[in-house]
Nanobody, 126 residues
């Protein structure tokens, strides 16, 4: 059974940094696409960053490129999202997602992921 547990959210000021963590269990890292999504109130779930199933390729949403960095440790079964220069528009609930069936063309789509964590709130004040 796949379980994803996020942590590290909080309230920060604009320009601050924050690192989110996702502890994954029940997954085989070498065969699982892992990603971070976020959802702000009243908005659709948005792709933030993710790794391909093999872990050899990472990608980022346009709004976070150059500010956020995704990383992973297969031995620890952990995925992190380092967020620098946070802005109020980054305020959202951040979710960790996993799928062993997603293909590259659907990697940024939320409906391609079958497994989700409970989410962690990130609030950025101006």
């Amino acid at each position: 059974q796949v379980q994803l547990v996020e942590s590290g959210g909080g309230l920060v000021q604009a320009g601050d940094s924050l690192t989110l963590s996702c502890a994954a269990s029940g997954v085989t890292f070498s065969m699982t696409a892992l990603a971070w999504f976020r959802q702000a109130p009243g908005k659709a779930r948005e792709y933030v960053a993710g790794f391909s199933r093999t872990g050899g390729y990472s990608s980022y949403g346009n709004s976070v490129k150059g500010r956020f960095t995704i990383s992973r440790d297969s031995a620890k079964k952990m995925v992190w999202l380092r967020m620098n220069n946070l802005q109020p528009e980054d305020t959202a609930v951040y979710y960790c997602a996993a799928s062993d069936r997603v293909i590259s063309s659907s990697q940024t789509r939320a409906d391609a992921y079958a497994n989700w964590g409970q989410g962690t709130q990130v609030t950025v004040s101006a």
